[in-house]
Structures are given as C-alpha cells and as structure tokens.
C-alpha cells in the first residue's frame, strides 16, 4: 500500500476549515495512470485513520462485507445498564433487570443464526459476482437487499421491545414511564447500526448533547430546568435517527438506479460524464477519472435523502442546544456549546486567545484569587464576548451545514476534480469569518487579561493540541496513552457505490501480518526491536550459567554490545532529524511517506543492531562452559527471532520455543514434542530472515516510488492565501511495481505462517493420547497466533479473588466460587477458539493484488461479535458470583465484590 507517514507537523494556521485533497490509493488498485493533489499536511484533529479509497476498475471486490453485516446487534450488559441508570431505574432493580437482559442475549444470538447468517450469506454470494462487483448492483438486487435489511431491522425491534416490555413488567408504575427513554436509546442504537457511512464524517449521526463532558457536569438543578428540552430532545433524535435508518434501506437502490440511468445514456441530472458513459461494459472501462466521477454521482444521488436527513440532525442539536442554553450558567453554557463545535464541527476554529485567558481566569476565580471588583470585571468581558462571539461561530456553523446538505463538504477529493463554485464561495466566506473571530478572541483577551490582572503570556496554537510523535500502528503517545502503547485506529475504505466501509486496526492486526501498515511506517521489516531489559539479561545469564561469580564478565560483553548500539542510535538520530519547522503545533497526515533516506538510515540501523547482538553472543558462546553451548546458540536464535518479528504478530510472528516453555505441560509431553520443537527451532530464522528481507525491499519500493511520484508546488487558496501543496503521479508502471511489491511482503508472511501451522499441526498430532495437554497447547498457540482475539474486554480475576477473601465462608461456598471460575474460564477459552477456528485462513493472498475488503469485513465484524459474547459472559459471570456470596454469605460480602466497570473504549476518536 502507498505510505502515508502519520506524523506531527508544524506549519501557521491560515484557515478554520481546511479540505484537504487526498487521492486515490492508485499503486494498491493498479488503475493505471491516477494524479492525485492535495496540501502537504492536514489537520487529523478528532479523525485518525488510514484511507484507501477503492475504484471501480481493476479490484475484484466492492468492500460490500460490513455493508452486508450492518443489521443490528443485541445490547451489551453493560450499556443495557447504562441505559437504566441514565433513565433513573432503581438500583435495587439491576440483578433482575441483567437475569432479564441474559434471556434477551440469547434470544438475539438465536435470532441471528436462524435469520441474519443466512440471508448475510445469500447477499455475500450476490456480492462475489463478478459482474456486480465491477459494475455494482442491479436495481432488482439492490430492492431485494433493502427489503432484507427492512426485515431484519424489524425483527431486531421486536426482540429489542420485548426487553423492554419484560423490565417494564418488573417496575412499579412510576418506575415504568422511566422504561420509554430505554425504548429510545434501543431504537437509536438499532438505527445507527443500519445507516451506513456516506462520507467519512459520522459527527451529526452519532452526536448526542447528553453524551457531552459539559452536559455530565450539570448540577441536579441545571438539569431540572433543561429536563423539558432534553425529553423533546430524545423524542426527535430518536425519530429522525429511525427516518434515516428506513432511508439507509433504499440508498442502494437509488444508487443503482442512478447507475442504470448513466449506462442508458440519461446521466445524473443530465450531465455529460452520463451521457457519454454508454452501455455498462463501457461505462466499467472508461479511464480511471471517469469512472470515479460517474462513480460518485450515482453515490451522490442515493445520497440525497440521507443528507436532508442529516442536515435536519445538525439543526436539532444546535436549537436543542438554543433552548438549554438559557438555563444554564454562563460558564456551563459556554462549555457545553463548546463540546458541540469540537464534536460537530471539528474543522471550524472556535478556541482562540480569548478562550485560554477565560480559563486561567476562571480558575483563578473559582480558587477564591479575585476579588470582588475583578470577578465583576471578568464575568462583564466574558459576557461581552460570548455575545459578539456567539453569532460569528453560529453563523460559520450554517454555513458548514450548507456544505454537508448540498453534499460539497467531502474531506477527500480524487483525480484533481474542478472546484465547485459554491464550494469555493462558501468556504471564501467561512476563511474570512474565521479570521474575524481570531481577530475578535485576541483583542478581548487582551480586555480580560487586564481585567484580571494576567499577563498576556497566553496563546493558542491551532486548536492547542500538544505536540507529539505520532506514526499509525507504531508507539502512539496519544490522548495520554503510555510510550510503547499502540492506539487503536481506523481503517476507511470506500467503494464504488460511495460508501465507506470502517475497519479497525485492532481487528486486522493478526493475519494480516502488517499487511495495511507496512505501507504506513509503523510495521515494516526495518523496524528496531527494543533493547533486553534487565528481567531478560537476567534470565539469559542464569540459562547460560553466567550468574555466579561470572556475572561480571557477563555485565562487560552485554555494556559492550549496548556501546555499539548506542553509536549506532545516535548515527541515525543525526541522519534523521526533522528539519526546523515554525508555527503551531498540529497534528498531521504527511501524504507520500517516509523519504528513502530516512528508510534507508533506519535499515542500516536495524542492521547494526542485528550485528551488535550476534557479536554478543559470539563472546557468550567464547565464555560459556562445554555443556552450555546448545543454551547458548538457542538463545541466539530466540533473541534473532524478538528482533526479526518486532512489530509483527499474527500466525508468522508465533515463537513455538516460547510458546511451549510457557504452557503448563509435564515432562512427559514436553519430551515428545523436544524433536518437533528442537527442528522448528534451528529452521526458524532463515524463514523469518527470507521473510523480513522481502518485507524490507517491498518497503524501499513504497518509498522510493512514493518519494519520485510526489512533486511539491505553491498553491493559491480561494481567500488569496498560500500554502505547498503535493501532487502526486501515479504511473501504470509504478503503479503495478508498488502492488507487486506489497503482494511479495504478504506472500512472505504466509509463507512462514503456513509453516508454522504445520509445526502446530505436528506437535498437536503429538499429544493425541494426552487430551488434555493437547488442549493446553493447542489454546498457547492459538493465543500467540491471533492475540487481539484474546484481548479481554474485562478481566474478573480480581472479583473472584475478593469474592474468596472473605471471611468466614463456608466450604460449599468456596467450592461453588471455584467451580463458577473454571467455568468462566472454560467458557472464554471456547469462545475464542470457535472465532480463531472459524478464521483460520490467511486473508493477504485470498485476493488478487492481496487485499480481501470482503473477508476481511466479515473477519472484524465476527471479531465484534467475540467480544460482545465475551462481555456477556462476564457479566453473567459476575452476576451469578454476586449472587453467591448474597445468598450464602450476605449483602456485606457481595458488596466487597464490586461492580464490574463499563469496559473502556480504545478507539480514538
């Protein structure tokens, strides 16, 4: 895949709403000659993703797979409680209401194995047709495929009502008019699930002024003066939301049917790229530009009705927002108009000088540090402020909406389009707004400093984030994640009939072997591994039997080894500094990748690391006694392997040496697998040196390609301002060369993947006699082997070890917590061999050019559904040990259990 290096950027601000023109992913699609343009940078803010944007010319797949999966999905426990805490449902209700919630669970499941696989099924084979892939669906396909969806939304009603209904049996009469806000949430929940993604904006569909930080910081008499709005609030979001899930319905027909006027010559709104297009066949072999244009105007007219919709959304919250206002404080109302700009309007620049001079100011009041007069002088600017401010922000909020109904506020702009004159006309008026607002925020902060006796030491940069390095699939220090941490990002592909299909990173971060983010500089085979820390140095020492009165010699060759990569380091430091950069900090995608110089240091370092490492062990080997020389040479090879897979995991990033080392297997099994093991051990790392040398070039490929196709040029905004744009140039050639590099990379991984599922195969067959210990093993490899689906959403450990710190328990007791801990642990154990069964087989090489959207899809959508079951069990689980220790042991033993928290979410938004 092309590179795209996610990195911080620093350049000045010239505009509140940028558009940045990003182009085709050609070298992955192989569509011949594709010019894309686009700036240097631009601002990610909340979005971050990696985006492949799939033609309808040359790939053999639709990214039709979450499409065709998007039927609703039985609630959580856990947002099943939210649910009825936000509603107001007594507490003493929730065991109940969760044994009510456990029947529903499996009613659902069952539900969507009688109905929803089956037709999902009949509708994928519809999709793998080759014909509808290339040319999309016919109109009578595209009806039955609404008419499907129609059905199976409404069965999930039922099921969904009839939870409710069930609760509402079990309230009192007052408790139960508080049941209807659930109903709601369900409804909006089951819509959301169906109305597909039309651009790669969701803020108005998924936004929710209730869900803001500012509204969960109302007092109890705030939000009892907004509860009258805030209910006719949830009444009309809810029906608006239903409107555009019945209108979600029919979007692939009239995409179709848009589609089947263009190849009869009518076009769309009679334009020419319509009336030229001829038959179908001519229609799916025009040139590239061409056929994306047609492409997205039949996806702009199935469209439309979605659009209305969401520009009826957008107006509910912001008059929602008019009508709590009023009841709110200042300073609560500022806040919570505030949390609507960023979650709605994430590309208007609102926060400005003025802003964080209200801050140090409030919260100089708020400590007690003003006094009498200056608090009066503060609160008299802020409200001067907001009052100049306030009309300015709604009207560059109309204005944005104005884009997004008539369908021209696209973020990603293919084949160097023409410029749209409204388009052009309205952000010229939303540039010149937003320079008036900056203008506005510094002249009052100045006004408030002095009011508040501050210095004007304050400034904002961009929207004020911090500056961080940030590189996809690599060590993410953001949103205050750890150093080394990995965020969970968002995967866009969008398809012919201008649909986007989301994947996750963390979805297909098993068999793809870095497939996705090998072109994105965070995965690839020039990556370092980390230095052994000092558990690991121990644990070497005490293997090669250097931990005596030998240690010291030991602690001399490893200082000596790290000194030689120490040099190493800082040679790559210096030939890789970024160059000075001025303005703000902003948090960027940097198209075109990283530069072959940059790639090439970091192969020559990762290089020198290798050589640093084997000439430690060379000097190991040298040091140890006779009988230790086999522990030595295999711990050369277990460290080689650490440094070969570092950054890849997945089938061909298992390690059966560590893997059996770390299962609990007696002596016995361990003998009869010591052959198999011993062979796989001294084969391992030329396979894994064969594969990464493939990895390697594929990426100096990428990046060489990338960096010759890419040519920088001044560019003249529509407001006058200047900035360096890219433009970038794909030929045929390159383009066959870059997709045939990936390809060999991909082949490379399931290569040794293969061989290691035989390896796994061999040992298994070993143990046959021995059930379970082959069971033990078999469940080790499966967890090295695709460990994201092993990621637990919640783990009970902890309850179950307070549960059993309880005094005075009797042994029936005890032995009833035991057996419920096997049994969850079975449980889950099951649960995820069923989906590592059932996705066993590679997904790089199941397409031409390597890159499967179907399966993959139906892969991460299987891999949600995982992770809800594993949800459900906990809760049950814990439900039932709640339950335990009430019944025999009394209320103050379940309390010391705990709640069980709502799982956090990892992906960034």
């Known amino acids: 895949m092309p590179a795209q290096d996610a990195r911080h950027s620093r350049r000045p601000h010239t505009h509140p709403l940028s558009r940045p023109r990003v182009g085709l992913m050609g070298a992955l699609l192989g569509l011949g000659c594709a010019r894309l343009a686009m700036p240097r940078s631009f601002a990610a803010g909340s979005l971050a993703a990696a985006v492949a944007a799939v033609g309808a010319t040359g790939i053999a797949t639709e990214a039709r797979a979450q499409m065709l999966q998007r039927v609703p999905s039985p609630v959580s426990a856990a947002d099943f409680e939210s649910m009825m805490r936000t509603a107001g449902i007594d507490e003493s209700l929730r065991e109940v209401a969760l044994g009510l919630h456990e029947e529903y669970f499996k009613r659902f499941r069952d539900f969507e194995r009688a109905e929803v696989e089956p037709a999902v099924r009949a509708l994928a084979r519809d999709a793998n047709d080759l014909d509808r892939r290339m040319l999309g669906q016919s109109v009578e396909d595209a009806r039955r495929e609404a008419e499907t969806r129609r059905r199976l939304f409404r069965a999930a009603a039922q099921l969904d009502g009839q939870l409710v209904d069930e609760l509402t049996g079990v309230l009192t009469a007052e408790q139960a008019l508080r049941a209807e806000p659930i109903r709601n949430a369900l409804s909006r929940r089951r819509a959301l699930a169906s109305i597909p993604r039309f651009s790669m904006a969701r803020d108005a569909i998924e936004f929710d002024l209730r869900a803001t930080t500012a509204f969960a910081a109302l007092s109890a008499d705030e939000r009892t003066r907004a509860q009258p709005s805030v209910d006719a609030y949830d009444l009309a979001l809810t029906q608006l939301l239903e409107r555009m899930a019945e209108s979600a319905f029919m979007r692939g027909v009239r995409v179709a049917e848009a589609r089947a006027a263009q190849a009869a010559g009518a076009g769309v709104g009679g334009g020419e790229a319509g009336g030229e297009a001829g038959g179908e066949g001519e229609a799916a072999n025009a040139p590239a530009p061409e056929a994306w244009q047609r492409m997205r105007e039949a996806a702009r007219a199935g469209d439309t009705e979605l659009r209305e919709l969401d520009a009826k959304l957008r107006r509910l919250h912001r008059d929602t927002l008019g009508e709590i206002e009023i009841a709110l404080s200042p300073q609560d109302a500022y806040a919570l108009r505030a949390d609507l700009v960023r979650g709605l309007y994430p590309r208007i620049q609102s926060d400005g000088p003025f802003d964080a001079v209200r801050r140090r100011a409030e919260s100089l009041r708020a400590a007690g540090k003003l006094g009498e007069s200056e608090a009066a002088a503060v609160d008299a600017a802020i409200a001067a402020h907001d009052l100049a401010a306030r009309p300015m922000i709604d009207g560059m909020m109309g204005l944005v909406d104005e884009l997004v109904s008539a369908g021209l506020e696209e973020e990603f702009q293919m084949f160097d389009e023409p410029e749209n004159p409204e388009r052009t006309r309205i952000q010229g008026v939303l540039t010149r707004m937003g320079g008036d607002l900056m203008e506005l925020s510094s002249r009052d902060a100045d006004a408030l400093s002095a009011a508040a006796g501050l210095d004007r030491a304050v400034e904002v940069d961009g929207r004020g984030m911090p500056e961080m390095p940030f590189e996809i699939g690599a060590a993410a220090p953001l949103d205050g994640a750890a150093a080394g941490a990995t965020v969970e990002m968002r995967i866009m592909v969008g398809g012919p009939d201008g649909e986007i299909t989301e994947l996750s990173s963390d979805d297909l971060g098993d068999d793809m072997g870095g497939f996705i983010f090998t072109g994105l500089g965070g995965m690839g085979g020039a990556s370092v591994a980390p230095r052994m820390d000092a558990k690991e140095l121990d644990a070497l020492a005490a293997r090669l039997g250097l931990d005596g009165a030998s240690r010291a010699l030991f602690d001399e060759l490893v200082a000596r080894a790290m000194e030689a990569r120490n040099e190493a380091e800082r040679v790559f430091a210096d030939r890789t500094a970024p160059p000075p950069q001025e303005g703000g900090a902003m948090m960027s995608f940097v198209i075109g990748g990283p530069d072959p110089a940059s790639f090439e240091a970091r192969r020559e370092l990762s290089v020198a690391v290798d050589a640093s490492e084997e000439r430690l062990f060379d000097d190991l080997r040298a040091v140890v006694a006779a009988d230790k020389l086999l522990a030595a040479e295999s711990a050369r090879r277990a460290r080689a392997r650490t440094r070969l897979l570092h950054g890849e995991k997945g089938a061909h990033a298992a390690d059966f040496v560590a893997i059996v080392d770390g299962a609990a297997l007696s002596d016995a099994s361990r003998a009869l697998l010591a052959g198999e093991l011993r062979a796989w051990d001294e084969s ?226």
């Open 684 to 909: 391992s790392v030329a396979a894994v040196e064969a594969m990464r040398a493939t990895v390697v070039e594929s990426e100096r490929i990428q990046a060489e390609a990338m960096k010759a196709a890419t040519v920088e040029q001044e560019v003249t905004r529509p407001d006058g301002t200047k900035e360096m744009a890219q433009s970038v140039e794909f030929s045929a050639e390159t383009s066959m060369r870059m997709r045939e590099a990936t390809t060999r990379a991909a082949e490379a991984r399931a290569s040794v993947a293969d061989g290691n599922r035989r390896t796994r195969d061999a040992m298994l067959s070993l143990l046959a006699s021995d059930e379970m210990a082959a069971k033990t093993l078999r469940r080790a490899i499966s967890r090295a082997m695709t460990p994201a689906a092993y990621t637990m959403p919640r783990d009970l450990e902890p309850f179950f070890a307070r549960a059993s710190a309880v005094e005075a328990l009797p042994p029936a007791t005890r032995s009833a917590i035991e057996s419920l801990r096997a049994e969850w642990i079975e449980s889950r154990e099951v649960l995820c061999e069923e989906f590592v069964a059932a996705n066993e087989a590679p997904t790089v090489a199941d397409a031409p050019g390597g890159l499967d959207i179907q399966r993959l899809g139906a892969r991460s959508a299987a891999r949600r559904k995982l992770r809800a079951d594993l949800e459900q069990l906990e809760a049950s689980t814990h439900r039932r040990l709640v339950e335990t220790l009430l019944n025999d042991a009394g209320p103050a033993a379940a309390d010391a259990v705990g709640p069980l928290p709502v799982r956090a979410q990892r992906r960034m938004r």
